[in-house]
């Protein structure tokens, strides 16, 4: 009876041992079969005062992120300012984006999009877009715009505070790199591209610019291998196992 009750315990303690670790490897592998699609792109400028390389105006910078699970209709889109910086190698909290655009192809319908912005409060998104947001030639059209709520101003998009909000594609659609490859440009100040931001809390005889840039597809990191030591605890309790059952038996 003693040894039957120990081998019970024996066999209560391994399970206790083992089942985490194969629960958390089931986890792992079942995460790195959703395959991500991803783009990026960079806005720079402005264009217009590149000829003066030391003014902040003339090294503008914002980065543009977008993930999304192959086969799925949410994509996540992330905005962040990376430049100019200051002589410590800062981006200044003055600097913000008081509006960001992009469009996007043709084969999609903006209408088909609903938007929802997570960060910061207050900010809103209006698709087909018109308007002259400082862009220096008059008007602009991009197939979307994000900016602060009108009357608003005190939810800055700056370094501390990057924009991110989400699009999902209604009545069936998918995200796709298509989507965002094949959209057309638009046209403003001296540049284009298929994205643009207009930027403010510059100092210099140019208080404000803007930025233009093109999506990239950008390739996402191989799903990672399980660490050596993590292979080799499994390993091991493998091991032990078919021990001890040799050993009942």
Known sequence: MRSILNRGIERSSFAAVLVPFTVAAVVVFASQSAVAGMM??????????????GAEVANL????????????????????????????????????I??????????????????????????T?????TGNPGAGGGQISFDFAAADAP????NPVNVL??????????????????????AESTSGAEDSGQLGAHIQGIVG??????????????TPAPDPVPEPSSLA???????FAAGRRRRRE
């Open 40 to 53: 990026g792109a960079t806005l720079t400028g402005d264009a217009r005062y590149q000829s003066d390389p």
């Open 61 to 96: 910078q914002v980065d543009v992120a977008i993930d999304w699970v192959d086969g799925t209709n949410i994509a996540n889109w992330m905005v962040s300012i990376v430049g100019p910086v200051d002589s410590m190698g800062d981006v200044p909290e003055r600097i913000k």
């Open 98 to 123: 008081g509006s960001f655009y992009a469009n996007l192809s043709d084969d999609i319908d903006i209408n088909d999009i609903d938007f929802l912005v997570s960060q910061p409060a207050g900010w």
């Open 125 to 129: 998104i209006t698709k087909s877009y």
């Open 151 to 154: 009357g608003g101003g005190n």
């Open 161 to 182: 505070t990057p924009l991110k909000f989400t699009s999902t594609i209604n009545g069936g659609g998918v995200w796709n790199e298509d989507i965002f490859l094949n």
């Open 205 to 218: 005889v140019q208080t404000s610019g803007f930025v233009f840039g093109d999506y990239a597809k950008v």
């Open 233 to 239: 605890v499994f390993g091991c309790l493998a091991v």
